[in-house]
């Protein structure tokens, strides 16, 4: 692209085609434009142009690469977005000294197993827990993370995994937010949510019985659960059966006993899952997943 530029204001900044901004920036969004004209406006002066060939899953390597080392955060963080982005500079994004680029890696679908390895590498442990609530995470890599330093990434982990061993490993772990994860997901056997049922923190098991549904030999110690909170949780649960229901509007606590009593289906704001009553698939199907899909 010629160095003759007219840089006079917002608007009269023309390149070597004459045109102004507005015009460079509906020509790097039209779908007609060339390949050759897409990597001339990669290096337009203008950062809206520049993001608009950023956000194009046709924009040629030779346009991606320059943008992937752009001044600007935002049009990193649309080349970060971009599935036609390479691995290459996936991975010099995922690397970012911008916290908004390197998570937007995080959400490609290009992203494969070298990018999630770098990801798990990374001292950003909101990095991390984006790469815990991929679904088709390589086991190697949920290894490490059940083990990692921070409870949220491990939470976040425990909350998404569809893995059973990575559940089983989850189950021993020391936190309680991690275990309360573990009551939110729905892939949990039923012997595991008899377990939750029985945590010691009240938090666990008040999110077990709104997230999943249980069997009603593991609700009914619930009813006399010595945390209010629990019981409160249970009345306000779509998942509750009605005897169980019927029997909260009994509660010494009048305020559980009134929720309970006055419940109405579907008036909850809380999201529930129905867990599958046999439990999650063995470990040894379904290791070869395609890489990048998010859950």
Same mark, same amino acid.
């Not at 390597?61 to 649309?78: F, K, N, T, Y």
């Not at 939750?196 to 249980?214: G, I, M, N, T």
């Given at each position: 692209?010629?160095e ?20 460079r ?13 897409l ?7 203008s %950062?809206? $142009?520049? +993001?608009a060939v =950023?956000?194009? !899953?046709?924009?040629? &390597?030779q346009?991606l @690469?320059?943008l *992937?080392? /752009? ?20 991975l ?21 197993e ?21 679904r088709?995470?390589e ?10 330093v ?12 569809h ?12 936190? %309680?937010? $991690?275990r +309360?994860?573990? =009551?939110?997901? !729905?892939r949990t056997? &039923?012997?595991?949510? @008899?377990a939750? *049922?029985? /945590?010691?923190?009240?938090?666990v098991?008040?999110a077990l ?8 030999a ?8 010595r ?22 509007g009994?509660?010494p606590?009048?305020?559980?006993a009134?929720?309970?009593r006055?419940f ?27 890489g990048?899909?998010?859950?």
């Amino acid at each position: 692209m010629s160095e003759q530029r007219d840089v006079g204001g917002h608007h009269g900044v023309k390149d070597a085609t004459g045109a102004g901004v507005d015009a460079r920036l509906a020509l790097a969004q039209d779908p007609a434009t060339s390949q050759m004209t897409l990597i001339d406006l990669a290096s337009d002066p203008s %950062a809206a $142009v520049r +993001k608009a060939v =950023a956000t194009r !899953p046709d924009a040629p &390597a030779q346009a991606l @690469r320059p943008l *992937a080392r /752009d001044h600007d955060r935002h049009v990193r963080e649309a080349v970060a977005r971009n599935p036609s982005t390479s691995v290459g500079n996936l991975l010099r994004l995922v690397k970012d000294t911008d916290r908004w680029v390197r998570w937007a890696v995080a959400g490609n679908p290009a992203c494969d197993e070298s990018v999630r390895r770098a990801m798990a590498d990374a001292p950003d442990k909101e990095l991390r827990g984006l790469l815990a609530e991929r679904r088709e995470l390589e086991p190697e890599l949920a290894a490490r993370l059940v083990d990692d330093v921070s409870p949220e990434v491990r939470e976040r982990l425990a909350t998404h995994t569809h893995d059973p061993d990575t559940i089983t490993a989850l189950m021993a772990d020391r936190t %309680a937010r $991690v275990r +309360k994860g573990l =009551a939110r997901n !729905p892939r949990t056997t &039923a012997t595991q949510r @008899r377990a939750l *049922a029985q /945590d010691p923190v009240a938090d666990v098991r008040a999110a077990l019985v709104l997230a999943v549904e249980l069997d009603e030999a593991d609700l009914r110690p619930l009813l006399d659960d010595r945390a209010v909170q629990v019981r409160m949780a249970m009345a306000r649960s779509e998942l509750i059966p009605a005897d169980i229901r019927r029997a909260l509007g009994r509660d010494p606590d009048e305020m559980v006993a009134g929720v309970a009593r006055d419940f109405r289906p579907g008036a909850g704001a809380a999201p529930v899952v129905r867990a599958a009553r046999g439990g999650p698939r063995s470990s040894g199907a379904g290791r070869g997943r395609p890489g990048g899909a998010r859950r």
